[in-house]
């Protein structure tokens, strides 16, 4: 049931500490991934032809967390981007997908150099945390079907950063705004 999740959710965002919310918030989530808990409303499953969608699922502004669907047709994927400074935990519900995690090494004058730290395989049911200052990644479905994945933040994420391929090899920063997805 999502309520039972949402209820874990609650308890897990009052553990304080960051590091331990989020190692309770991963738990749950694969907790109840993995026990098919996590029965998300049809249109949460719709893909969008434009890019990838992205649903508020669920929001509480006195314990200062969202839940955030994003569905994923094949080939849809993100630019390498940050998350604003929020602790995320995201979790496959759906499909597969590859999530390329990397590190800012350098940045002078807009123009950001990274890392790449290598590239997780993520299967239905594992979750990942995101910590910032380490919060850079690329998502992509890996599949040739639908995949869908659940994101828990520390907040709500209406703008982060998006960085740009320059013909260095750098990128270039860009303020990107977000929004929700009918
Ligand atoms: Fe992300």
Avoid at 19 to 43: F, G, S, W, Y
Avoid at 77 to 86: F, K, M, S, V, Y
Wanted: hydrophobic content about 40%; charged content about 25%.
């Amino acid at each position: 049931m999502l309520l039972d999740l949402i209820a874990r959710l609650d308890a897990a965002v009052q553990l304080g500490d960051t590091t331990a919310i989020t190692q309770r918030v991963k738990h749950e989530l694969e907790a109840a991934i993995q026990a098919r808990a996590v029965m998300l409303p049809d249109r949460f499953r719709l893909a969008r032809t434009e890019g990838y969608a992205r649903r508020l699922l669920h929001r509480n502004d006195r314990l200062g967390y969202t839940a955030v669907v994003m569905t994923w047709a094949p080939g849809q994927r993100t630019p390498l981007h940050d998350h604003a400074g929020i602790w995320c935990v995201e979790g496959v519900v759906e499909g597969r997908m590859d999530v390329t995690q990397y590190d800012l090494v350098e940045e002078s004058s807009g123009a950001c150099r990274f890392e790449a730290k290598g590239c997780v395989h993520a299967a239905v049911g594992s979750a990942g945390c995101l910590i910032p200052p380490f919060e850079y990644h690329i998502l992509a479905n890996a599949i040739d079907r639908p995949s869908i994945t659940l994101h828990v933040y520390g907040g709500e994420m209406t703008s982060c950063h998006v960085f740009e391929p320059l013909a260095d090899g750098r990128y270039a920063r860009c303020e990107r705004a977000l929004s929700y997805h009918d």
